[in-house]
């Protein structure tokens, strides 16, 4: 839509949209090298806190925690989105496909605390009835996870299968391969940075999860979100400012490496392609 | 594979297990049990009783004549004399309503200024409107809390300015809970409403200006109706989720801001009344049913458009 340029206003009201969002997160960051303990006073530059944080236990035992289980319900959020994604993109009509598409995309919108409880309670009725889940923890976790991260991931790489070329598919299929070589040989490289990020969306939902990790987890499974809330009801504090910058931090970091390196793989393809088309067209000649 | 033919070795390859059945079925079959069945499991424990055991619930059940027992639950929602159930109903929907209207008003122009930015420019102010949602939401909502307390920066800096004598109250009221939900969920008002605007053909505006019309006119009667199924899928994505919201309401809403996802909490948590609490996420479910539906439409509507 470049038909008219931006006006002034536009760009304006751009401006400050973007100091809405990011004015708080500065300020947090800004204020975990405040040597007060008071978090809006401001008394002096220190980075006593970064230390203090790195001190508590319970916190980096919690952190270490919801990485390991961000990691694996990322990677098994995206095995399942992508099949979910292929399903509705791919397989055109079938019989419950209206169902199937409610059932993918409603955790899109859900509220957590009825996608936590009824978790929960699917959890201690199994138990009741058949031993399994023993308890809750990092598999009840795991399982919760997965099932919100995998509506998310499914609309990703959905959204790409559904962009992409599709002629390419076609021209492999005539030529004779079956559907799963399409999809491994063809597909698969084209989409790849879909993904990416949803793994990386999922990673980054289920590390931030609160609601449902507070009603799915056990004894010995908590997550860092919820040694955050714990702390951040009892006060505010200067640690939790400098755990802040040090997760905003990170994320900055790695979405702009997945960035660049996602925009380096895309030119590169490009780049092949185009060489194939004209290498092709001037062997015709 | 052509369609009608009963030679015997097709149709024994049509009854083996094929990988296409593997592939719906995988997904299809976590969702369902980790999605659906859960749900009907709320539904069976909203009408049960609660007992002081571990799990907190009767599973032993007397139907024999107990009508009266099987609604207890649900008739104490609607309790007339206790109104706590239906205030903090219509509070939510009040506050959810609220904010997806700020939230559209603030962030509609912010994907229109997107959409019609130079195109390496879109990309990158794309990812910065989407960058904070990546970064966690508890965090980003506990910034809020210095910002807004009553010694905090806001309070500091108009009290530094001159411009009010005695901090304004901002935590702990409507404000703070309508400013928390904008801010945690402008990206998902953002994001389906540019990607709509994004696809709009530009001689539709250009042909509009050559008959005559302004550029006030050509948005209102050209552009906001194109980008309608943006615009409510926006809305949806954050008018459903905001109507159960925890976490922003319990940090920066104080006992008066009564939203149906404190009191599941609580009833949960704080009282271990796992009926009612299922018997309130039912109720908060029917609640949510149409605009779910509704948002399923669009998801559907936009997925046939673009095949």
Known sequence: ?285 | MTAGSLAPQSLLKRLLPQPRWFVIGAPYLWMFLFFFIPFAIVFVISFMKPAVAMPPVEFEYDLAGNIELLTKNYTRLFDLDDLLYINAYLGSLKMAAVSTILALMIGYPVAYAIARAPGAVRQVLLMLVILPSWTSLLIRIYAWIGLLKNNGFINNFLMWLGLTDSPIQMMQTDFAVYIGIVYAYLPFMVLPIYTNLVKHDPTLLEAAADLGANRFTAFWKITVPLSMNGIIAGCMLVFIPAVGEFVIPEILGGPDQLMIGKVLWQEFFNNRDWPVASAVAITMLLVLILPITIFQRIQNKELEDSQ
């Open chain 1, 1 to 285: 839509m470049n038909a008219n340029k931006n006006s002034i206003a536009s760009w304006t009201w751009l401006a400050f949209a973007f100091a809405f969002l990011y004015v708080p997160m500065a300020l947090l960051i800004i204020y975990s090298f405040n040597e007060s303990r008071l978090v809006t006073v401001w008394s002096g530059f220190s980075t006593k806190w970064y230390g203090e944080l790195f001190k508590d236990r319970h916190m980096l035992a919690a952190a270490i925690m919801s990485l390991k289980l961000a990691f694996v319900t990322a990677t098994t959020a995206v095995i399942i989105g992508t099949m979910a994604a292929v399903v509705m993109t791919r397989m055109g009509r079938f019989r419950g496909k209206t169902f199937f598409s409610a059932l993918i995309t409603a955790p899109l919108v859900m509220p957590e605390v009825i996608t936590g409880l009824s978790l929960l309670l699917l959890f201690v009725s199994l138990e009741q009835a058949f031993g399994w889940p023993d308890g809750r923890g990092f598999t009840t976790l795991w399982i919760a996870h997965t099932t919100f991260s995998a509506a998310f991931t499914t609309v990703v790489v959905s959204s790409r299968l559904r962009e992409m070329d599709q002629s390419i598919e076609e021209a492999a299929q005539d030529l004779g391969a079956p559907p799963w070589k399409v999809f491994f040989v063809i597909t698969l490289p084209i989409i790849a940075p879909a993904l990416v990020s949803g793994w990386l969306l999922a990673f980054t939902l289920s590390l931030d999860d609160l609601v449902i990790s507070s009603f799915v987890s056990g004894p010995g499974s908590t997550t860092l979100p919820m040694v955050v809330f714990s702390s951040v009801r009892l006060g505010v504090s200067p640690k939790i400012n400098a755990l802040a910058s040090i997760i905003i931090l990170i994320v900055t970091i790695a979405i702009t490496i997945a960035g660049v390196l996602m925009y380096k793989l895309e030119k590169k393809r490009e780049r092949e392609m185009e060489q194939a088309v004209a290498e092709g067209q001037h062997q015709v000649k």
